[in-house]
C-alpha cells in the first residue's frame, strides 16, 4: 500500500516539475503571503486605483456614463479609462467567474491597459474589472450592466478564491492560463499551462483563446477546440494559425472589436506577471521592513524581479509576428521617448517582444509606489547591469549595445532615478 501511495507520489511531482522548471521566479514565489493581516491588511486599506477616481467624477452631478444596447456601458467605459478598444483578446475557455456564459460562440472579452483590465461578455448582467493598485496589488470590481440605477462599480472580495493563490504569486494578482478544451470550452485539466508569461514557449500558449495576426511557421495551441483541432494541428500544424478573420467561429458583430491580436495577447502576458511581481516584492518590502528594518532578505527576491523587467528568459519568437488590430501601434504612441525618438514600449517582434527589454511598467503608478529602500537598491542593481558593473550571468546574454540603449533611455525618461545615474549619461558623452 505504501509503495503505491509513494509511487502516486512520485506520478503527481513528476506531473508538476515541468511546470515548475518553465517558471524561472524566485524559490517560494508560490507561497502565499499574508496580505490580509497585520500591515499588508488588503481588504481594510484604502484604495487609489483607477476605479475609485472613476467613480468619484460619476459621483459628480452632471457625469454618467453612456449606455448602448450592445456593449451596456462597456464603450463609454473603456473611453473614459483611456484603454483602447483594439486591446481586445478573447478567451472561451470556462476559466473563470462567469464560467457558464462563456463558450466558444461567446467568448469573453478582456481589453486593457498599463493599469486596468476589463472583462466583458455580450448578454451578461455585468462586467468585471481589474485593476493595478499601487499600494494593493490587484482589485476587483463589477458593474451592473443595466440603467436602473447611476453606474456603480462595486468591489468584489470573493473573486480572491481564483485571484490570490499560487497563480497569482500567492498575493492578490492577475491570471493567465492556456489549456486544451473540449468543443464547449471546458477545460482538459492537466493539459497545459496554469501560469502563463513572457517566459512560456509561444507553441504553449493561447489554448481556450482566440488569435489573430500573422506568426509564420511557428505553432500555438490558439483557436484550437476540442480534441480533434487539437489532433489535427499534430498532423497539419497551424491549420487554424495565422488567422485574420473569427467570423467563422462566433458572431464577432456583438464585441467591440473584431480581433484577438497577438501583439495584445504578448503584451498581457508580460504584464499580468509583472503587475503580481511588483506586488509581491512590495508586500515582501513591507513585512521585511516591519520585521526587520531593513531588507537585506529581500535582495535574492529582487534579482529575480530585475530578471523578469529584464526580460532575460523571454521565449524566443522564431518566425516574426504582426498583429491584426491597431493595438501595436496604439501602444507604441505611448512612449515615452528619449530624444533620439527611442522608447521601452517599441516592439521588435523579429525575435523578441519589445526592441528596448525592460518592461515599460517601470514607469507605472505601481512601480513608483514600491518602497523608497528597495527602489534605490534595483536602481542600483540596473545601474550596475546595464553599464556592465555587474557580471553576475543572469545578465550577461543581454547584449552591451541594448544595455546601453536601455540605460540611455532611462537616464532620460524616468525622473525619479538617484543623480549618479543622470551625471553618469553626461560623462559618457
Ligand atoms: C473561478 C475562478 C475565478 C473567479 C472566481 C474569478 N476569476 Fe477572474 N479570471 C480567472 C481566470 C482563470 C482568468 C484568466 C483569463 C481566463 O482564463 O478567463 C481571469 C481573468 C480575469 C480578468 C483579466 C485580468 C486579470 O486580472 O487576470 C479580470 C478583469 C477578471 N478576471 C475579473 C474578475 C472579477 C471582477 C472577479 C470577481 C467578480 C473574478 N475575476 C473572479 C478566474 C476567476
Known amino acids: ?31 502565499m503571503v499574508p496580505f490580509d493581516e497585520g500591515i499588508l491588511n488588503y481588504n481594510k486599506a484604502a484604495v487609489h486605483d483607477a476605479i475609485t477616481d472613476l467613480q468619484a467624477f460619476l459621483d459628480g452631478k452632471e457625469a454618467t456614463l453612456e449606455f448602448s444596447k450592445d456593449h451596456g456601458y462597456l464603450d463609454s467605459v473603456l473611453a473614459q479609462l483611456k484603454i483602447p478598444k483594439s486591446s481586445q483578446v ?35 448582467p455585468m462586467m468585471e474589472v481589474s485593476t493595478a493598485d499601487p499600494k494593493l496589488g490587484a482589485v476587483f470590481y463589477t458593474l451592473d450592466q443595466n440603467t436602473e440605477h447611476k453606474p456603480k462599480f462595486t468591489r468584489q472580495d470573493q473573486c480572491l478564491e481564483c485571484h490570490a493563490s499560487a497563480k497569482s504569486m500567492g498575493v492578490p494578482g492577475h491570471l493567465l492560463r492556456s489549456f486544451m478544451t473540449d468543443e464547449s470550452g471546458v477545460v482538459e485539466l492537466n493539459s497545459g499551462i496554469s501560469e502563463v508569461n513572457h517566459r512560456t514557449p509561444i507553441e504553449d500558449r493561447w489554448g481556450g483563446w482566440y488569435v489573430t495576426g500573422k506568426h509564420g511557421s511557428q505553432p500555438h495551441r490558439g483557436n484550437l477546440i476540442g480534441k480533434e483541432a487539437f489532433a489535427d494541428e499534430t498532423k497539419k500544424p497551424n491549420h487554424l494559425g495565422n488567422l485574420t478573420d473569427l467570423s467563422p467561429f462566433f458572431d464577432v458583430t456583438r464585441y467591440p472589436g473584431t480581433n484577438s491580436d497577438i501583439v495584445a495577447l504578448m503584451v498581457l502576458e508580460h504584464q499580468t506577471h509583472m503587475h503580481n511581481f511588483i506586488t509581491r516584492l512590495r508586500d515582501e518590502t513591507e513585512l521585511r521592513l516591519s520585521a526587520y528594518g531593513h531588507i537585506d532578505y529581500v535582495t535574492n527576491i529582487a534579482e529575480s524581479f530585475l530578471k523578469y523587467l529584464l526580460f532575460t528568459e523571454e521565449a524566443t519568437i522564431k518566425s516574426p509576428i ?8 496604439d501602444f507604441a504612441r505611448l512612449g515615452p521617448f528619449d530624444r533620439k525618438g527611442r522608447s521601452l514600449r517599441q516592439f521588435d517582434l523579429e525575435t523578441r517582444l519589445f526592441k528596448y527589454p525592460c518592461s515599460y511598467l517601470i514607469y507605472s503608478k505601481s512601480f513608483n509606489a514600491l518602497p523608497e529602500q528597495i ?55
Open 1 to 31: 500500500m505504501r509503495k503505491l501511495f509513494v509511487i502516486i507520489a512520485l506520478i503527481l511531482v513528476g506531473a508538476l516539475l515541468p511546470s515548475a522548471r518553465a517558471e524561472g521566479d524566485f524559490q517560494g514565489a508560490t507561497h
Open 90 to 124: 478573447l478567451v472561451f475557455s470556462k476559466t473563470s467567474f462567469q464560467r457558464e456564459r462563456i463558450s466558444p460562440t461567446t467568448p469573453r472579452a478582456l481589453f486593457f491597459n498599463d493599469d486596468v483590465y476589463i472583462g466583458f461578455i455580450p448578454g451578461s
Open 322 to 329: 504582426e498583429g491584426a488590430s491597431s493595438f501595436a501601434k
Open 375 to 429: 527602489k534605490s537598491h534595483l536602481y542600483r542593481r540596473l545601474y550596475d547591469i546595464l553599464t556592465d558593473k555587474d557580471h553576475s550571468p543572469d545578465f550577461a546574454e543581454i547584449p552591451r549595445k541594448t544595455k546601453r540603449a536601455i540605460l540611455e533611455i532611462l537616464a532620460e525618461t524616468k525622473k525619479d532615478l538617484p543623480e549618479y545615474w543622470r551625471s553618469a549619461q553626461r560623462a559618457a558623452k
